[in-house]
């Protein structure tokens, strides 16, 4: 990921300035990368959450999204980075490991 490429560079040019190495500016321009990634990731996070939309892993992309399934029972759609389509879903208690084909979501028997 970016933000973690990011925080290693800086980490090798601090062990290169405590070597003694003239690095402050790159270092401080790596700083700066790194800060503006950190927030637009901030930023990208709160808009997901305002949407009502729930991130539960950053690394794979996982994303849960409230649902109400049949009458007033409450379940998650799940979807992962690199799928194509929301094709999964799971009960509120179950997370990731009870995801199961959105053709077996609970439907109103009316």
Request: aromatic share 8%.
């Amino acid at each position: 990921m970016l933000e973690r490429h990011c925080e290693a560079q800086i980490d090798r040019l601090w062990q290169r300035l405590e070597g003694g190495e003239p690095l402050l500016s790159a270092l401080g321009e790596e700083q700066r990368k790194f800060d503006a990634i950190t927030e637009e990731l901030v930023s990208i996070v709160q808009e997901t959450e305002a949407m009502g939309c729930i991130l539960r892993d950053l690394d794979t992309g996982l994303i849960d999204f409230p649902f109400r399934a049949s009458g007033s029972v409450t379940v998650y759609l799940c979807w992962r980075r690199g799928e194509p389509a929301i094709a999964f879903w799971h009960g509120i208690d179950e997370g990731y490991a009870g995801r199961k084909p959105i053709a077996r979501l609970p439907r109103d028997s009316t």
